[in-house]
T-cell receptor, first 114, second 114 residues
């Protein structure tokens, strides 16, 4: 069985602070995909990143960066110099390559205060 | 532009009534999914389909059914709505090839069962 855990239910920071959202996963598969989605207050789910299990290189996209560590089964997401517009619920998800179903974590509510 | 749409976006119903939430995608994706989102649980898979006439149960399928008579549509039916089914429902489809594809979500349908 697969499981994704986002232990941080809520995080509150002040604008311009860096913030890291944790994601820990469990799977018996050797090949899998990890995702992050953003859900702003408007409610839609926005795809942020997909990473396969063979690629442990960290990725940076603007103020966003992702740290994938297979040894600790973690796929953490860091926002540098946070902005109020980053306020949202962020979901981490795991997908087996044998199928197409995603298993989501519980989500982390990030609030960035001015 | 191709898209995935859900209707209705908001619905209030009474316990015991039958409710159907529509999901329509114009990408011709084979794989479609229904999730429900609840606080503290993230998104949980209700049902999914890998093609016409194919339907499968997810982790929280009790009280729900789906049918797939064509590629574009995957309606979700609550045969006898219960208050525990008050939730936000998201439909999604995945770009092929499914193992590496990206999941696209509809805008969500907020259902209240009184």
């Amino acid at each position: 069985a697969q499981k994704v855990t986002q232990a941080q239910t809520e995080i509150s920071v002040v604008e311009k602070e860096d913030v890291t959202l944790d994601c820990v996963y469990e799977t018996r598969d050797t090949t899998y995909y990890l995702f992050w989605y953003k859900q702003p207050p408007s409610g839609e789910l926005v795809f942020l990143i997909r990473r396969n299990s063979f690629d442990e290189q960290n990725e940076i996209s603007g103020r966003y960066s992702w740290n994938f560590q297979k040894s600790t089964s973690s796929f953490n997401f860091t926002i540098t110099a946070s902005q109020v517009v980053d306020s949202a619920v962020y979901f981490c998800a795991l997908k087996q390559t044998s199928g197409s179903r995603l298993t989501f974590g519980e989500g982390t509510q990030l609030t960035v205060n001015p | 532009d191709a898209e995935i749409t859900q209707s209705p976006r908001h619905k209030i119903t009474e316990t015991g009534r039958q409710v159907t939430l529509a999901c329509h995608q114009t990408w011709n994706h084979n794989n479609m999914f229904w999730y429900r989102q609840d606080l503290g649980h993230g998104l949980r898979l209700i049902h999914y389909s890998y093609g016409v006439h194919d339907t499968n149960k997810g982790e929280v399928s009790d009280g729900y059914s789906v049918s797939r008579s064509n590629t574009e549509d995957l309606p979700l039916t609550l045969e006898s709505a219960a208050s525990s089914q008050t939730s936000v429902y998201f439909c999604a489809s995945i770009t092929p090839p499914a193992p590496t594809g990206e999941l696209f979500f509809g805008e969500g349908s907020r259902l209240t069962v009184l």
